[in-house]
């Protein structure tokens, strides 16, 4: 299965869950007299059309190249990532805002049934989490990355929620509030985990050097290529799920241009072959004898 394949249907799996867990959250909170839950079904409402965001950033980042779009169309996915970044902290501040409006409304304790509720969907929640990162570095896409955090804050609020019901619920009357300040405090998890995504994303888009392991695995697959005396400047870049990379490769000094031209062909046969993740690879020829130490 393709990289933009397995990608998809890990989307796909995002917002079907999404949409099934805010419809529980959302009855279960509305009946259980619990802001937690509802302020969790409004994560999961977001997260819904965020993870629909970063379904179509994914069909339209692996786009092939083309007249105006040389690189390919990757750097879209990138894009969509600030745009999910912007969804967590729109719903964080929700959130906190009606967290701090329940706290100043005196209400009902929730039920207890809601903590079963709550220990289901941390679960599943944790699960689908730890599948989904694991799918964004097969894949190396960031977007399916800020989709699994997405999950990792969703449990998170669940765990808050979860604290404040039982705080609520042990100590009685007076307590109501005590899931309100839960769900306040999970806010600030996730705009924690929003700064989480981001940062990564703004590396991305700025072609920040952070690549050293995949540098020495180009090395590694150019050294094996007969006729390639050495490696020099390796530049690389990521859009999308691809890294465009440039190196710099030495060779015999009294070869011919033919010669040269066919050993740099050769090396970039070599490097898309054993690391399929590459996108456009431009290798530039050094004579050996005036290459940089």
């Not at 805002?97 to 304790?109: F, K, Q």
């Not at 590396?203 to 490696?231: C, F, N, P, W």
């Not at 400047?233 to 070869?255: S, T």
Request: proline share 3%.
């Amino acid at each position: 299965m393709t990289n933009e394949k397995t990608a998809v249907n890990t989307t796909y799996f995002s917002i079907v869950g999404n949409i099934v867990l805010a419809l529980i959250k959302g009855i279960v909170g509305y009946f259980g007299n619990s802001y937690a839950l509802i302020a969790d079904a409004i994560e999961s409402t977001a997260d819904v059309f965020s993870s629909i965001l970063v379904l179509l950033g994914i069909k339209y980042a692996n786009r092939p190249p083309d007249k105006n779009h040389p690189y390919g169309h990757g750097r879209a996915e990138t894009l969509m990532t600030f745009v999910v970044v912007g969804f967590l902290i729109v719903s964080a501040t929700i959130i906190a805002l009606e967290s701090i409006d329940n706290i100043r409304t005196p209400h009902a304790l929730p039920k207890p049934y809601t903590l079963i509720v709550l220990g289901v969907i941390i679960l599943w929640k944790e699960l689908s989490y730890r599948f989904v990162m694991k799918k964004s570095k097969e894949t190396h896409s960031s977007s399916l990355k800020a989709d699994a955090w997405h999950h990792r804050s969703d449990a998170i609020t669940s765990v808050a929620a979860f604290i404040g019901i039982s705080i609520a619920l042990i100590l009685g009357k007076g307590y109501e509030a005590a899931d309100d300040w839960a769900a306040l405090l999970a806010s600030f998890f996730i705009l924690y985990n929003s700064y989480l995504i981001f940062r990564p994303a703004l590396s991305e888009i700025m072609d920040e050097h952070v690549y050293d392991d995949l540098i020495d695995e180009i090395r590694k697959v150019a050294s094996g290529v007969q006729g390639i005396t050495g490696t020099e400047k390796c530049f690389i870049r990521k859009a999308g799920m691809k890294y465009h990379i440039e190196l710099h490769a030495m060779v015999k000094g009294d070869i011919s241009v033919r010669e040269g031209h066919d050993l740099a062909h050769l090396l970039q046969d070599a490097l898309k072959a054993d690391i399929p993740e590459l996108g456009h690879v431009l290798i530039h020829i050094e004579p050996q004898e005036i290459a940089t130490p």
